[in-house]
């Protein structure tokens, strides 16, 4: 299982947000690429990068910052945050990003991620933002009426390389995961599943961790790494240590 920690970018630093509203910011860096560094020398595997500022503007808004994680880290990223269209998505991975998360265009321009997936074979992802069981679209600011149990089997037809599940009223809350929800979302695909929002303490990394049978292959970690709730460094050795 993989630990991702989390680089949220607003206006070129690195914050972290309280469910995910855009005017309730925590700033822990100035310098995104000193903290990718720091998670890379803490043993992080794999990188989430998101752009906070393009998610909301339909187009990534901090591209200086993530050329700058890419160009002095040796460990993949991937990136989500205004990926609307194919010529984002091929900047994208012309700069370097390992995988691609599309959010909004799951709902907006199905058309797009379909052509991604086939075109980027196994690297495009699916940020499936859940917010009282409805996908919530443009930066986690406009709720859907679409059902996210709904779309799960269409996503298996398009060939989405992996799903990253969100539950948007516990994410920045440090007050656990929605392990009820990850496990149903797990249950009715077979695209494997990244687990985010609410990780407050090792506990909740080891009943995620639980959830590998399942599908749950990783897990994205964002305050409770930035607030010292435990290390990168423990969560690493919990999900690699077999016994649990």
Partial sequence: MIIYPAIDIKAGRCVRLYQGQMNKVTIYSEYPVEVA????????????????????????????????????????VQFGGGVRGMLTVKRLFDLGISRV?????????????A??????????AVGLDVKNGH?????????????????????????????????ILVDGTMRGP?????????????????????????KDVKDIKKLKS?????????????SGAFTLEKAIKVVENNAG
């Fill in 37 to 76: 560094k720091r998670w890379e020398n803490a043993g992080a595997k794999y990188i989430h990068v998101v752009d906070l500022d393009g998610a909301v503007a339909g187009e990534p808004k901090n591209l200086v910052a993530l050329e700058q994680i890419i160009k002095n880290i040796g460990v993949p």
């Fill in 101 to 113: 998360v599309v959010g909004t265009a799951l709902i907006n321009n199905p058309v797009m991620l």
């Fill in 115 to 124: 052509e991604a997936c086939a075109v980027y074979s196994g690297k495009i």
């Fill in 135 to 167: 996908i919530a679209i443009k930066g986690w600011e406009e709720e859907t009426e679409i059902n996210a149990i709904d779309v799960i089997k269409e996503l298996e037809k398009l060939g989405v390389s992996r799903i990253i599940y969100t539950d």
């Fill in 178 to 202: 929605n392990i009820k929800g990850i496990k149903e979302i797990a249950k009715k695909t077979n695209i494997p599943l990244i687990a985010s929002g609410g990780i407050s303490g090792i």
């Fill in 214 to 226: 399942l599908g749950v292959e990783g897990m994205i970690i964002g305050k409770a790494l930035y």
